[in-house]
């Protein structure tokens, strides 16, 4: 029986070296921490099929995306993954909710836009639909890339540094929005950020990176108990 949820395991010498292995149940929200240049988003990527690791697997409920011993690699289209980057990605020419519909291409014409506005509504946009990113807020335009990144129906739910870019206020409702995405999608989801407090606030299990290389996976009071890993990530003096 295939096993439910995400593994992953890529390795690399370079460019950027990898040596990462883990998994993400269905459900759980996994923080991947680490100082600049530790390798977060490259496994992103490399999860969303963004770029090709030299030697790996990634499998997402017992299908395989990536084997580089069978030589197994989807293409991203054929990947079932909800991407939010921290710069929204959005398309300046186009509305809230034709941003929104482009990413339902899977579904009939005839029914894209009203998926699209019941995306919006799921995310608290309602009345903002034919307003283009300019005419948004920060955090309005954050909250058009999450439901674009939901139109695709993902198995992944892949979030890169999605808080950075607002302020402390939008900040929070945005983190009650992925408290509430938790609720409702049975899908892994993995949160890479710099803001320690936060991903232990969001997420289940943290996964430490330094430069490409597991350190610790664990309960985010556990790993960050360690004096280690609080130096690497905080800058704390090891006693």
């Known amino acids: 029986m295939a096993e439910p949820g995400l593994s992953v395991s890529l390795h690399q010498s370079g460019p950027i070296p990898l040596d990462v292995a883990f998994s993400c149940a269905p459900g759980e929200v996994l923080g991947l921490v680490g100082p600049s240049?530790?390798?977060?988003?490259?496994?992103?990527?490399?999860?969303?099929?963004l770029c090709r690791t030299r030697a790996g697997r990634v499998c997402v409920d017992g299908a395989v995306w990536f084997?580089?011993?069978?030589?197994?690699?989807?293409?991203?289209?054929?990947?079932?993954?909800?991407?939010?980057?921290?710069e929204h990605a959005l398309f300046p020419h186009l509305s809230a909710a034709d941003n929104v519909a482009g990413a339902l291409t899977h579904h009939p014409r005839a029914e894209r836009r009203s998926l699209a506005m019941a995306l919006l509504s799921r995310v608290h946009l309602d009345g903002l639909e034919s307003?283009?990113?300019?005419?948004?807020?920060?955090?309005?335009?954050?909250?058009?890339?999450?439901?674009?990144?939901?139109?695709?129906?993902?198995?992944?739910?892949?979030?890169?540094?999605?808080?950075?870019?607002?302020?402390?206020?939008?900040?929070?409702?945005?983190?009650?929005?992925?408290?509430?995405?938790?609720?409702?999608?049975?899908?892994?989801?993995?949160?890479?950020?710099?803001?320690?407090?936060?991903?232990a606030r969001l997420a289940d299990r943290l996964c430490i990176l330094d430069q490409g290389r597991v350190c610790l996976i664990g309960r985010p009071d556990e790993v960050l108990a360690e004096p280690a890993i609080r130096a690497l990530l905080l800058g704390d003096e090891v006693p």
């Open 131 to 199: 307003r283009k990113p300019a005419e948004l807020s920060g955090g309005q335009r954050q909250r058009v890339a999450i439901a674009r990144a939901l139109a695709r129906d993902p198995q992944v739910l892949l979030l890169d540094e999605p808080f950075s870019a607002v302020d402390r206020r939008t900040r929070v409702h945005l983190q009650a929005e992925i408290v509430a995405l938790r609720r409702d999608l049975a899908i892994p989801m993995l949160l890479v950020t710099h803001d320690v407090d936060e991903v």
């Open 67 to 86: 084997d580089s011993e069978t030589k197994v690699f989807l293409p991203p289209h054929n990947r079932r993954v909800g991407l939010v980057f921290q």
């Open 37 to 49: 240049g530790a390798g977060k988003t490259t496994v992103l990527r490399a999860i969303a099929g």
